[in-house]
T-cell receptor, first 111, second 117 residues
Framework: QKEVEQNSGPLSVPEGAIASLNCTYS??????FFWYRQYSGKSPELIMS????GDKEDGRFTAQLNKASQYVSLLIRDSQPSDSATYLCAVNGDNFNKFYFGSGTKLNVKP | DAGVIQSPRHEVTEMGQEVTLRCKPISGHDYLFWYRQTMMRGLELLIY????????DSGMPEDRFSAKMPNASFSTLKIQPSEPRDSAVYFCASSRNTGGSAATTQYFGPGTRLLVL
């Protein structure tokens, strides 16, 4: 059973703060990791993908991967109220195009 | 590109009726995925296709569910007979194999909200 664990939240941060979202996964063969954002009533949309250990930055977003610890995180700098959404972590399995999704972390950014 | 297209966007039906959900993947994408999302179970993969061939249907809950992909631009997910516990949002997603060893991004359609009374 492949597991992807996320804290369901809600995670509340004030506007302008850094939001830190975490995800752990159980399958050591996983090689591809994705963060999706899902607004209420909408479909998931890709924020970032990461494949190698270390950090990957894209604007206000930074993804961090540590395969030894089986841990992937997403940092959102200068959080905005428009960042309020549920963030889904997705990890691929041994069939590399098959994704396993975490249950998501709900983020609230307070003005 | 128009993105992944799903229809209908909303469906309300009565228990026992047949429900057919439709999906058009992004042109050029060779993988198509059907997911179901509920509050209790989150986002679950039901089945996925590669080049129109079903690869993994281990997530299909029971024989009442079936999926087909007759060509590269169209797929259906059918529930017959439908039950109230099938009420959920059903997403279709597609991706393109770039030939590398890493999985590629899946792009989601807007979803179909199904309510079975």
């Amino acid at each position: 059973q492949k597991e992807v664990e996320q804290n369901s939240g809600p995670l509340s941060v004030p506007e302008g703060a850094i939001a830190s979202l975490n995800c752990t996964y159980s399958d050591r063969v996983s090689q591809s990791f994705f963060w999706y954002r899902q607004y209420s009533g909408k479909s998931p949309e890709l924020i970032m993908s990461i494949y190698s250990n270390g950090d990957k930055e894209d604007g206000r977003f930074t993804a961090q991967l540590n395969k030894a610890s089986q841990y992937v995180s997403l940092l959102i700098r200068d959080s905005q109220p428009s960042d309020s959404a549920t963030y889904l972590c997705a990890v691929n399995g041994d069939n590399f195009n098959k994704f396993y999704f975490g249950s998501g972390t709900k983020l609230n950014v307070k003005p | 590109d128009a993105g992944v297209i799903q229809s209908p966007r909303h469906e309300v039906t009565e228990m026992g009726q047949e429900v057919t959900l439709r999906c058009k993947p992004i042109s050029g994408h060779d993988y198509l995925f059907w997911y179901r999302q509920t509050m209790m179970r989150g986002l679950e993969l039901l089945i996925y296709f590669n080049n129109n061939v079903p690869i993994d249907d281990s997530g299909m809950p029971e024989d009442r569910f079936s999926a087909k992909m007759p060509n590269a631009s169209f797929s259906t997910l059918k529930i017959q007979p439908s039950e109230p516990r099938d009420s959920a949002v059903y997403f279709c997603a597609s991706s393109r194999n770039t030939g590398g060893s890493a999985a590629t991004t899946q792009y989601f359609g807007p979803g179909t909200r199904l309510l079975v009374l």
